[in-house]
T-cell receptor, first 113, second 111 residues
Framework: SAVISQKPSRDICQRGTSLTIQCQVDSQVTMMFWYRQQPGQSLTLIATANQGSEATYESGFVIDKFPISRPNLTFSTLTVSNMSPEDSSIYLC??????????FGPGTRLLVL | EDQVTQSPEALRLQEGESSSLNCSYTVSGLRGLFWYRQDPGKGPEFLFTLYSAGEEKEKERLKATLTKKESFLHITAPKPEDSATYLCAVQAEAAGNKLTFGGGTRVLVKP
């Protein structure tokens, strides 16, 4: 299976601040994604992280709120900007090695007060 | 719009009591159906990908099957360590690489 690591694993933040989450994947991953899992809910795709270019965002998610970078094949960051309590969620980095397999990282648990 | 519905929402089993989880989907062309297991406080763990009706895949006590409208995850003689939330997701042909997830089934296996 692909190795995907994220940091921080959890954080508690004040409203109005921003948090950057880092994701590192192994070299066999070709595509990278960011998902959100709100409390008691299932996973929702935020965006596809594109190497060296702007991320592709899903409906309901915008770059100003969730800027994403992917400077190289194996590293990506997601920033949650100007946070509010509604942003309290688990943020998951995901990587695909082929059409057949897609793996998820351990998640970053964010609580906004 | 692609939709995925999982049932039941929760399932309590005695150890050794086999059962099945259902994942019903509506997509405009299925490219793949994914099953994951998620333990509390962890990210989803990949189990299977199915592509066409009639396909089956097995891993230990788990067996996934696929029809044109739904997928089943059969748990045979479960053990307490099979307790987890099982997630189903579909990748539609028109949706690129996006996975659309169902709400999950929480499985508790009691010894």
């Amino acid at each position: 299976s692909a190795v995907i690591s994220q940091k921080p694993s959890r954080d508690i933040c004040q409203r109005g601040t921003s948090l950057t989450i880092q994701c590192q994947v192994d070299s066999q991953v070709t595509m990278m994604f960011w998902y959100r899992q709100q409390p008691g809910q299932s996973l929702t795709l935020i965006a596809t992280a594109n190497q060296g270019s702007e991320a592709t965002y899903e409906s309901g998610f915008v770059i100003d709120k969730f800027p994403i970078s992917r400077p190289n094949l194996t590293f990506s960051t997601l920033t949650v900007s100007n946070m509010s309590p509604e942003d309290s969620s688990i943020y998951l980095c995901s990587g695909r090695r082929s059409q057949e397999t897609q793996y998820f990282g351990p998640g970053t648990r964010l609580l906004v007060l | 719009e692609d939709q995925v519905t999982q049932s039941p929402e929760a399932l309590r089993l005695q150890e050794g009591e086999s059962s099945s989880l259902n994942c019903s989907y509506t997509v405009s062309g299925l490219r793949g159906l994914f099953w994951y297991r998620q333990d509390p406080g962890k990210g989803p763990e990949f189990l299977f990908t199915l592509y066409s009706a009639g396909e089956e895949k097995e891993k230990e006590r788990l067996k996934a099957t696929l029809t044109k409208k739904e997928s089943f995850l059969h748990i045979t003689a479960p053990k307490p360590e099979d307790s987890a939330t099982y997630l189903c997701a579909v990748q539609a042909e028109a949706a690129g690489n996006k996975l659309t997830f169902g709400g999950g089934t929480r499985v508790l296996v009691k010894p």
